[in-house]
């Protein structure tokens, strides 16, 4: 219990002196130690470091989850240790909602089936940005924040360490001005050499601390291109779904409404029907067949033609057609006989002259 006592005693008259000092610098009534330029350079470095690092950490937390609610959430789960629940993306809801609907209008109509297969396309892009987030949020954020909450805390610590160091050794200078028996002057001297080397220790520990911010920033580097490739395989990724996605559109009147795409972007189709022989449909009526082809043929100029059957494009090289609409014709010079050059738009290819009705 004595001990105690003396202890609580020393510390008193430590944080006493240490408050007499700091009030007295912040008045001007007392010489202050200046730490070393390198030091205070190394100081401002790991303060913006940590600045930065908070606010690239949490501007990546907005990027990743740009729900603020669902952030409180995940965080106060992570305060509670438990795991978050899994939950639907906004990417897997619609995709669900398209299957619903595409089952519900029917598998066996266009509208239908390409619900269905879009849905399919956003279940699979919602499943990659899961991916994604996963993965920058091991690999990216994870050190961010062990750096926040772990390197730049003990740098603080010693940094306060530091600050009652000088504190003391400003202090025990103070002292020893002011000492004018010889056995006082003798003690504040001795003082002044222990709080000198205490500080000179102090701020040797808390440099080499300082100096391993070099360190972080490497380590940060490297969290940093970890980042880069998963956005870029992320983005790839996504980018290939949607493609595929496009050409498996291609079979389906719907796209003939975008006339912004050319049409080897939307005709080519990994999962087009193949065309059906010209021999298996009605022929074109015979005075339709020559007189007005033939004109054609020889004033290379263009003409409009009505679709009279539905023509799925079997290479990126044709156009697919719908029955009943209105395309311009061309005759090309070495083309097959038996094929004319359609236009609709901006999508152009070949279409077979069995499927047409040459208009006046």
Same mark, same amino acid.
């Given at each position: 219990?004595?001990?105690?006592?003396?202890?609580?005693?020393?510390?008193?008259?430590?944080?006493?002196?240490?408050?007499?000092?700091?009030?007295?610098?912040?008045?001007?009534?007392?010489?202050?130690?200046?730490?070393?330029?390198?030091?205070?350079?190394?100081?401002?470095?790991?303060?913006?470091?940590?600045?930065?690092?908070?606010?690239?950490?949490?501007?990546?937390?907005?990027?990743?989850?740009?729900?603020?609610?669902?952030?409180?959430?995940?965080?106060?789960?992570?305060?509670?240790?438990?795991?978050?629940?899994?939950?639907?993306?906004?990417?897997?809801?619609?995709?669900?909602?398209?299957?619903?609907?595409?089952?519900?209008?029917?598998?066996?109509?266009?509208?239908?089936?390409?619900?269905?297969?879009?849905?399919?396309?956003?279940?699979?892009?919602?499943?990659?940005?899961?991916?994604?987030?996963?993965?920058?949020?091991?690999?990216?954020?994870?050190?961010?924040?062990?750096?926040?909450?772990?390197?730049?805390?003990?740098?603080?610590?010693?940094?306060?360490?530091?600050?009652?160091?000088?504190?003391?050794?400003? +202090?025990?200078?103070?002292?020893?001005?002011? /000492?004018?028996?010889?056995?006082?002057? #003798?003690? $504040?001297?001795? @003082? !002044? *050499?222990?709080?000198?080397?205490?500080?000179?220790?102090?701020?040797?520990?808390?440099?080499?601390?300082?100096?391993?911010?070099?360190?972080?920033?490497?380590?940060?580097?490297?969290?940093?291109?970890?980042?880069?490739?998963?956005?870029?395989?992320?983005?790839?990724?996504?980018?290939?779904?949607?493609?595929?996605?496009?050409?498996?559109?291609?079979?389906?009147?719907?796209?003939?409404?975008?006339?912004?795409?050319?049409?080897?972007?939307?005709?080519?189709?990994?999962?087009?029907?193949? +065309?059906?022989?010209?021999?298996?449909?009605? /022929?074109?009526?015979?005075?339709?067949? #020559?007189? $007005?082809?033939? @004109? !054609? *043929?020889?004033?290379?100029?263009?003409?409009?033609?009505?679709?009279?059957?539905?023509?799925?494009?079997?290479?990126?090289?044709?156009?697919?057609?719908?029955?009943?609409?209105?395309?311009?014709?061309?005759?090309?010079?070495?083309?097959?006989?038996?094929?004319?050059?359609?236009?609709?738009?901006?999508?152009?290819?070949?279409?077979?002259?069995?499927?047409?009705?040459?208009?006046?």
């Amino acid at each position: 219990m004595e001990f105690n006592v003396r202890r609580l005693a020393a510390d008193a008259g430590t944080f006493l002196s240490r408050a007499v000092q700091f009030t007295e610098e912040k008045f001007g009534q007392a010489e202050k130690t200046e730490l070393d330029a390198h030091l205070e350079t190394l100081l401002s470095r790991a303060e913006f470091t940590k600045h930065w690092t908070e606010k690239i950490m949490k501007q990546t937390e907005v990027l990743l989850q740009p729900n603020p609610n669902v952030r409180m959430e995940e965080f106060l789960y992570e305060m509670l240790d438990k795991k978050v629940p899994t939950r639907a993306n906004n990417h897997e809801l619609l995709g669900e909602c398209m299957i619903d609907s595409g089952h519900e209008f029917g598998p066996g109509t266009a509208y239908g089936s390409a619900l269905i297969k879009c849905g399919e396309t956003e279940k699979l892009l919602g499943s990659a940005e899961k991916e994604f987030i996963q993965s920058s949020a091991i690999n990216f954020l994870t050190p961010f924040r062990n750096f926040i909450e772990g390197d730049f805390k003990t740098i603080l610590k010693e940094r306060k360490l530091l600050q009652n160091k000088r504190l003391d050794l400003d +202090a025990a200078k103070n002292r020893m001005k002011k /000492a004018r028996v010889a056995d006082a002057r #003798s003690a $504040a001297e001795t @003082e !002044l *050499r222990i709080a000198q080397s205490e500080f000179d220790r102090q701020a040797e520990i808390t440099r080499l601390l300082l100096e391993g911010i070099s360190s972080t920033h490497a380590h940060h580097l490297r969290c940093l291109n970890d980042f880069v490739d998963a956005q870029a395989s992320y983005y790839a990724q996504c980018y290939q779904y949607m493609v595929n996605l496009q050409k498996q559109l291609g079979s389906f009147p719907s796209t003939f409404s975008n006339n912004n795409q050319p049409a080897s972007s939307s005709s080519a189709s990994i999962l087009v029907p193949t +065309a059906q022989p010209a021999a298996s449909l009605p /022929a074109p009526p015979p005075s339709q067949a #020559s007189p $007005a082809l033939n @004109e !054609l *043929r020889s004033t290379s100029g263009t003409r409009k033609a009505r679709v009279l059957y539905d023509y799925d494009a079997a290479s990126s090289s044709e156009l697919s057609l719908l029955a009943d609409e209105v395309i311009t014709v061309s005759s090309v010079p070495g083309m097959d006989s038996d094929w004319l050059m359609g236009q609709r738009g901006n999508q152009k290819g070949k279409v077979p002259i069995t499927y047409l009705e040459l208009l006046n």
